[in-house]
């Protein structure tokens, strides 16, 4: 290492370092790459399952402006069901999935920090002895002269530093800071999911505790109509096959009733993995399901291309495939990474640290390392391509998400209206089934008809009645489904009113949600 003693020496390094620092700011501003730009998609001016606007629901919703970072509020309050709201906390607070996604976006943060590291110099300090041998050409001595091995200490601070030349850093700071966006984005929807998925899972279990409570009447129904059959049968009214025909009717209730009761525990044990509890220590209380009366305005298509978590996770990943494509082309360009250390050295430990034991070096050439790309095989050109080819792919699997987002609209739209026909035809179905049951037993027991009748006229009740009931329960799931492709519920929460739900006050997120 070469020994600087002179002060005006040192100077003038400062000012070569001034200059260069600022040939270095210039060059930094020749960042290479496109700049991103949304691409255009079709966004209907409507949707045409929509129905028209009904001013008597106008004020329960509000369309808010289009932001995938909305507090979206607690949605699920709409339904007016407490049992839901403790349910949607509880999953809120321990499922698995969501605090798998929380670690995610800790990681794309990680990876942030770590890509924003190579802004800064990255600066060591040593410690410790070498030993050398320098050539007699280095030391201007003749050839045949052995030269000297010496010892040095050194105690010295290592700096290097890698210029932002053509955006080179900035490509990829802006590549991580897009991924740890997607990141985000994609927690939100794995949050929203949750959500749905609860509330569905909830209304569906209520759904079969309706079906269970039909078929335990129905049983009871049918013993009743077995004890009357062979009463009458002892009596010698009516043959045997009537007392088979019963017994028929009513083992095949009993059967349907185990078989719905089987659904019904598959259907708790899945509410209790999303709850992030064993099955074994989660248990659901009976609960017949109540018509789900909330009706949910959709608002404009065009806002559904920024609330949907999920397409905006697809934007981001364009975001992040477009600075690579310029993270790939500075690679065409000079890369400049600087070097230095600064410290003492000295041949013995003693003087070691004494004034005159300073020594410093700046890089192999003049202060810095130029390092020119000048043939690669190619290598360079397949990165650019391949650094564009993945914004295409990016881009059509964003649209691709636009029309599934519209496509998962316009389904739950009709499904709702459509169901509301449905649901009145088949209660007037289960009415009219119930009067014919009725007049089919009056005549039985006045001996006008066969037992078979009334066994008709019972399944028929039992059918209409479950349809119904099952008619019901989709159209709960079916408004739930609406609030998930509409990307979540809207509302006015203020961070203050948030809480512990909230930590980060401008997202909804969950105890689970990783701070910033």
Known sequence: MKRFDSVTGWTRMARGALLSGLMLSLLAACAVGPKYQ????????????????????EGTWKVAEPADD????????????????????????????????????????????????AWFPQIDAGFGPTREHASPASQFLPQNSGGV???????????????????????????????????????????????????????SLRELDTEQDLYR???????????????RFKEGDISELDVAQARNSLATARADAVGIARQRAASEHSLAILLGKAPADFSFPETPLDPVTARVPPGLPSALLERRPDVAAAERAMQAANARIGLAKSA??????????????????????KWSSRAFLLGPIAGTALTMPLFDGGKRKAGVQQANAQYDENVAQYRQQVLIAFREVEDNLSDLRLLDDQIHQQNEAVAASERA????????????VDYLNVLDGERTVLVSQVQASQLNGAQAVATVNLIRALGGGWGEVKAEDVGAADPGGAHERSPNYPRS
């Open 38 to 57: 949304r691409p255009d998609v079709q966004a209907p001016a409507a949707f045409k399952e929509a129905p028209a606007a009904n001013a008597q629901n």
């Open 149 to 203: 091995a010496t010892t040095l200490w050194r105690a010295q601070t290592t700096v290097s530093y890698e210029a932002d030349l053509f955006g080179r850093v900035s490509s990829n700071v802006a590549a991580s800071r897009a991924d740890a966006q997607q990141s985000e984005a994609l927690f939100r929807s794995v949050q929203l999911s949750l959500q749905a998925d609860v509330a569905a899972n909830y209304f």
């Open 217 to 231: 009447r129905t049983v009871a129904l049918r013993e009743d109509g077995l004890q009357l059959v062979e009463r």
């Open 70 to 117: 909305a507090h979206r509020g607690q949605w699920w309050t709409i339904f007016g069901d407490a049992k839901l709201n403790d349910l949607e906390q509880q999953a809120l607070a321990a499922n698995q999935d969501l605090k798998a996604a929380a670690a995610r976006v800790q990681q794309s943060r990680a990876l942030l920090a770590s890509a924003r590291s």
């Open 437 to 448: 049951s009725h007049l089919s037993d009056t005549q039985y027991k006045e001996g006008e």
């Open 332 to 353: 065409y360009f000079p890369q400049l990474d600087i070097t230095g250390a600064f410290g003492f050295e000295s041949a013995t430990l003693g003087d070691l640290f």
